[in-house]
């Protein structure tokens, strides 16, 4: 059979050497209970990292590592489609050794993988179970000669194709109509997560902390800017980072960090004016948005919620007395968005030098 024959990547049919898993049907694809088991924990990590508000990159990561785990791959690839009609390279991202290891490349949308192209097209998951099929799905890989069966999976979100996940077997037996199903599981799930924590993001929501987020804050903040040109009104911001909080994720783990993030919001927003506007930062950085403040009436503003923090009762024997670091600047015109926060971040710096838990103003030569 010619070449051009057997790679009709874009065709209806079905394409030659290559078991279509359409649909997988028969006793044999009812998985062991330990496969069910490891399943569910996989669908509980992504979930979680969805709930933690984890980025598509760890996301991605987390996919890779209950495939390598669950299924039984020894590589997993995942392939980022660029949109239709944009002639564009696209990201390959190879994970190895149990998630830990990582490689990536870009390639041009024209040298995308015949089998790649198929999955994006059709929707549709299959699997190359022998060196033919691997030859007219993955050329690349089937010339390294180190792999024995690849597994093409559809990752979707919203109805669009956004990434192909491969999964690669070298030696070892080509996966099972169980392995797929569970891949499967895995990979709608992680699918199912990526839009949670996006949807989150686009609605400007954080989801640890159910203040507003980064992108929201400064979508917040430009407004106030513009009202402030507009009006001649006053308008200043605090910018909160937590003293130490690196060492309650190592000692009492990241759902502890967590408990004491939210406890900071909680304590923030009872003792700002209704407003006002609290924003995380960024990990353990808060900003909170003042508009018709003046820098003296932010700076006692914000030794009140430092205060505050200080009496942050315990939980389980955590967060007690929220010790930070707050800078306040006021905006000047024509201070950006960038560069009030800038004035912020210069004064939270010098509160830091000059031993933390305290508040300090911007000086009149910041941004």
Request: charged content about 25%; overall charge negative.
């Amino acid at each position: 059979m010619a070449a051009p024959d057997r790679l009709r990547a874009h065709a209806g049919g079905r394409m030659p050497y290559i078991v279509a898993m359409d649909v997988v049907t028969g006793t044999d694809t009812s998985s062991s209970s330990a496969d069910l088991d490891r399943l569910l924990a996989g669908i509980r990590h992504l979930t979680a990292l969805a709930d933690a508000a984890g980025d598509a990159d760890a996301m991605f990561r987390a996919l890779a590592r209950e495939l390598l785990s669950v299924p039984g791959a020894e590589e997993v690839q995942i392939h980022h489609l660029a949109p239709d009609g944009e002639n564009r390279e696209e990201l390959v991202a190879v994970y190895l050794f149990g998630g830990t290891g990582r490689l990536s490349y870009l390639q041009p949308r024209a040298e995308r993988p015949p089998g790649v192209s198929w999955v994006a097209s059709t929707h549709n998951r299959f699997l190359a179970a022998d060196a033919d099929g691997l030859g007219a799905s993955i050329p690349r890989l089937a010339e390294t000669g180190v792999a024995g069966s690849a597994l093409l999976l559809p990752l979707a979100e919203r109805g669009e194709i956004e990434a192909v996940v491969v999964l690669v077997r070298r030696e070892s037996e080509a996966f099972t109509p169980a392995d797929v199903e569970l891949a499967a599981a895995l990979v709608e799930q992680a699918a199912t997560a990526l839009a949670l924590t996006r949807a989150r993001a686009e609605a400007g929501t954080d989801a640890v902390t159910g203040c507003m987020n980064h992108r929201a804050m400064r979508r917040r903040l430009d407004e106030e800017i513009g009202r402030a040109t507009r009006t001649g009104g006053l308008l200043s911001c605090l910018l909160i980072d937590l003293d130490d909080f690196k060492l309650v994720n190592d000692r009492h783990g990241h759902q502890a960090g967590n408990v004491m993030l939210r406890d900071v919001v909680h304590a923030l927003v009872g003792e700002f004016r209704a407003f006002d506007r609290v924003a995380r930062y960024g990990g353990d950085e808060f900003v909170v948005i003042l508009p018709n403040a003046a820098l003296d009436s932010a700076a006692a503003a914000a030794a009140r919620a430092l205060e505050r923090l200080r009496a942050i009762p315990a939980h389980d024997g955590v967060g007690a007395g929220v010790s930070a670091s707050i800078g306040v600047a006021q905006w000047q015109a024509p201070m950006s968005t960038t560069e009030l926060l800038e004035a912020c971040d210069a004064a939270l710096l010098r509160s830091k030098r000059q031993g933390k838990g305290r508040v300090t103003r911007a000086s009149a030569s910041s941004p």
